[in-house]
């Protein structure tokens, strides 16, 4: 089966592979009926409509709102290691979490009034310290976020479903890859991500939790407030230690990845813009608080245990609705909804790494925008690490968590920070009010931070600690490398303009037939001493080759070398080498190749790739120009 | 286990491909190390030294004697299809595969005869048909055939070391695939084949089995001629059917494989070379006879049954000599002798395939020599195709068994009926005899090789019915388009001379810059009326490149388009058919295009690889003539 699996997978992401060349490559066709007709540049703008801010509440919160759906399951599942003694303490942690959610979304309405045309942690980092590696900091460790957001949201949203269908069990990664697959499909044909229609899933999966929780109180009205299956609320057994209590709130914390998409997103509201931003913010605050609230502690309440094949919520609605229709419509909002969080990350993704790029941080080519304006290559480069990681953790949501949100706090660190210098340079009223605010958020934000590394570095987390500063690294060398290439490649206007070059024109010929009368045609074109070069490897073939010289009637003069070796780079390197150390040497060596162009393609299998090969070779090996004189068969 | 080995045997398989990059690149340093120094062209008649028949002997019949070591397992084990009732079968059914060993050494003998400087039956079928499809069915079943020698040797030889220690018994497709890459390295290094020092493992092998046959006979005159465990011999269980017996016969004969080395190899003999040779055929013919019927009489008697982790072999030395030294002994030279063979099989097909190559029935590539003189195409070619055999087929040799021999009973029909032909033609003493002795051979191959394609063609060997006849139809292909090709390019004297063309010189330019400046100055070098082409995104960057322009003094006439759609080729494309079509066109449209090149190769994933894109793409779909201009950066 995992055999069978594995090969499946490796397909998957073949398929990833061809469609990164898709993105290059002009193969019109099939790219035209998978991705849709190109689109101009100046449709770019015609895409935005506004909207209010009922509408854009679910639209924006399916990747806050989603989280849910794995967060407090993952800080149960950590409170279980010690067996289900320390079940209690999910009430308390989950408290914990919907404080700091207070904090955050505070910190956050501060940033939307400071900058109110959607300013991400980058861009406050950018605007608010000299130097360029907080901005950094912020910039990759959200980017590493989002990667883990799209292989956490899919893995969960497919183990949602397996947990309805355990029939799927075994093909969770190959699902998952599948999903992601579909993403990249979708986002490079570039579907408005604020079409009002992604309102609906999330308002249903809002719905359905709200449900859940409703029948699960009204369910202990009837059989009264008895828990029944593990130690009462308030016992402190023995097993329990600070660390696991930590760990678990790191988990349970990843319920909060996700809150700083409105913050990117005020531009699309409605004026007034920054209220509207707000108020959705303090409505999902709530929303997402009371969901948390109420659904741990019906997990608590109910005793609910962790099974790997069977997620918390499916048990818990799989206990009040057993598995009719309103557990299906839970399973498949849950699915939706994860689904849509991680599709809206594609976009966030796209557009932070064009940005980053766009400051040179980043390759160039992730600012290039793809037939329908999409950032095709930033899509493609998030979808085949996040396939990556869901093949390497197995689609295993509770073991891609402990990865999982120190760069979300990290990133709001630093945004904080930048926020609280900001304060502290622009003034205006209440300014310390605020400057306490976003103090107290970086705080809490930087021990959040610190305790997930800590207490989940042996996990997982180490991989990203040592990833981050790497990417930080690099994308500094990046930069360094773009501004030592702007100042070789300045012009300084007088010097620099063309000058005419003395040329030497030197042709290689394997032979007498057209493909080279047709090079030697364009040599003698444009220069009048041309040199004609043989390789032979033996005295016969150069012998005959000098014969045929002759009676064709010489039309240049032709030099023969000899190759003991068969090879052809050697003589050439050797030849190319002496012209240069000549006395009165040009300007430029000028090699003229013929290129055989066949009828068919895969004729080319039936052709030595000589030319192809000396190109290469001399391309990136010697300071030679190098002309490619095609001459197309018909036949 | 199988998902672990699957990634190595993943890995193994990128090794291979590596190695064919190799062959194709100067990565010198690397390859100097595995492959050694090149050598010269005339190195290439210093290698063989003149051998003694008895020393060649071993070196030429480890092909033939090898196949002793799966060929009546093989029968054995179809006969175990029916239970162990059928087993005394195997006694008369080696009778029969002697019996046809008698014919082809004799067929072989005049063929040597005939062809005294070796003469496969390739080179005998091209002799005496008129047609070239004959020598083309012989060629393909022969290279067919060969791959699968390489397959099955390697997998028997993998199976007799696992049967010694069962611990390997989970890796044999990984171990298998690695004697592959070992014997490629082997054979691009071209260690001489006909060195002396092959000649020991073969004659320590032929002498294991000579003990285990002589040990056989010596048992049961101590216990006496009781066979124990099968029923007697001469009885007719019902579920033998004729079929069956066929069947147990065609995989028996598996046995005959790899005859056919000596008379490919008549010129490695001291003189006199035929005698030599033919004596050389009498005592091979004599050895394996003995061996065939000793050991297959020794497989009934002890009544040894199939164990797919136990070869026959093993298990018939086990029980005369414990698992001692002597029976580790007997495992490591089957092993040996076995990889000696694929090791000779090598060495033919790449020969094979460069002799048929060069008369243009397969691809020219096969035809060059690598740095060690060896034909490093067909070797890494052999080498691929045999690993995906043994990966498809899990080194099963009982399952690559059914589609092995066909090719070479085919070829020997072909053989036979091309010295029928000849003798026909040539006469000569006793032209006669030779014909009946070489008719025979051809009615009695043929119907073994239709034996075999029946009675084995649901068990595989309908692959290579399918494959068999695609490559011949692919070879008369691949020659038409030779032909074809040769006929386009033949020069008319006169007519074909170089005549001067007029050009059209245009540069794309991305901006003002220095490799702008040094393109620009390469191209006024050559023409006078040079065209600048900037390809703008937005009317806004090709106002401000239009500026630029004028700022820098205006080298040449700017041409600026648009792209509306972001993409470089559409407008490129447009352009350049508008200036084929407008009147008094020039010959030739000639693009200059600069090229970056950065001090480290990976600088490359920081550019837009435009350049390379649109020139690539150019090469393909216009006919324009293409200059590159490099610019190396020196930081």
Redesign the interface.
Known sequence: M??HS??LEATLIVIILIGMWFS???FSSIKRIIIGR?????ELHAKHNKLFWLIALPILSADLYSSVAYGPESGMTELFSVGSSAQWFILPITIATVILLVILILSYIMGVNAYPNGGGAYAIAKDNFKRPWPALIASSSILVDYILTVAVSISAGIQAVASAYPIIAPYKTVLAILCVILLVIINLRGVAESAAIFAWPTFLFMASMMLVILTGFIDEFRHGFVQNTTPSFGTFPREVTVLLLLKAFSSACSALTGIETISNAVPIFREPQQKSAIKTYLMLGAVTAITLLGYSYHLYVKGIKVDPHNTMLSQLAGQYFGHGIVYQIIIWSTFIVLVLAANSTFTGFSQLSAIVARDGYL???LR??G?RLGYSNGIILLAGIASLLIEVFHAQTNALIPLYAIGVFLSFTVAQVGLCLRWGRVKGSLWKVKFGINLAGAIITALVAIIFAVTKFVDGAWIVLIILPLIIVVSIS?RR??D??AS????E?KK????????LTIVFVSG????V?NT????????TDVTAIYIG??DESIEKMRQKWE???S??KLVTLRS????L?GPIARYIKTLEEIEGKP??I?VVMP?F??KK?W?N????QSAL?I?A?L??NK????????Y????
């Open positions: 995992m055999h594995f090969l290059i490559t002009n190109p689109m101009r540049t100046k390759p160039r080519a290039n925008r037939d990046i490398h773009y030592l290439v070789q490649l300045r012009i206007t620099d303009f063309p000058q005419p070059h003395r040329i007498v037939h057209r493909v009368a030697l045609s364009f040599a003698k074109s444009i220069d490897f033996d009676e064709w009637g039309p240049c003991e070796f068969r090879s780079m300007d430029h000028h290129q162009i066949p393609w004729h299998l039936l052709h030595n090969l190109r070779w391309l990136f300071d030679v120009i190098i002309t490619t004189v095609p197309h068969l018909r036949k």
